[in-house]
Nanobody, 123 residues
Framework: QVQLVESGGGSVQAGGSLRLSCAAS????????MGWFRQAPGKEREGVAAIDADGSTTYADSVKGRFTISQDNAKNTLYLQMNSLKPEDTAMYYC?????????????????WGQGTQVTVSS
């Protein structure tokens, strides 16, 4: 059974940093793309960052230059380093495992989802 567990969320002031982690069990990162999504109250879920099986990365325009997605295959853990956080980054952040080795920032490309971790950025 595949399980994705996010951690690392919290409250931070604008300009601060957080690092999210996603630990996977029953799943091997090396064979599939992985991604981070977020959903703010009253808004649709949006793709934030994705990393393909070959290590290629994709970012939403709103986070380019501020967020970095990475993975530790030995630990089967996905990370999202978030710097220069803004109030508009406030959302529930979800880790997701893809259906194949390559994916875009679309929910349709992902099969498994974590329960989410809350990120709140105050001005």
């Amino acid at each position: 059974q595949v399980q994705l567990v996010e951690s690392g969320g919290g409250s931070v002031q604008a300009g601060g940093s957080l690092r999210l982690s996603c630990a996977a069990s029953g799943y091997t990162y090396t064979s599939a793309c992985m991604g981070w999504f977020r959903q703010a109250p009253g808004k649709e879920r949006e793709g934030v960052a994705a990393i393909d099986a070959d290590g290629s990365t994709t970012y939403a325009d709103s986070v380019k230059g501020r967020f970095t997605i990475s993975q530790d295959n030995a630990k089967n853990t996905l990370y999202l380093q978030m710097n220069s956080l803004k109030p508009e980054d406030t959302a529930m952040y979800y880790c997701a495992a893809g259906k194949g080795g390559y994916c875009y920032l679309s929910s349709a490309d992902f099969r498994y989802w974590g329960q989410g971790t809350q990120v709140t950025v105050s001005s």
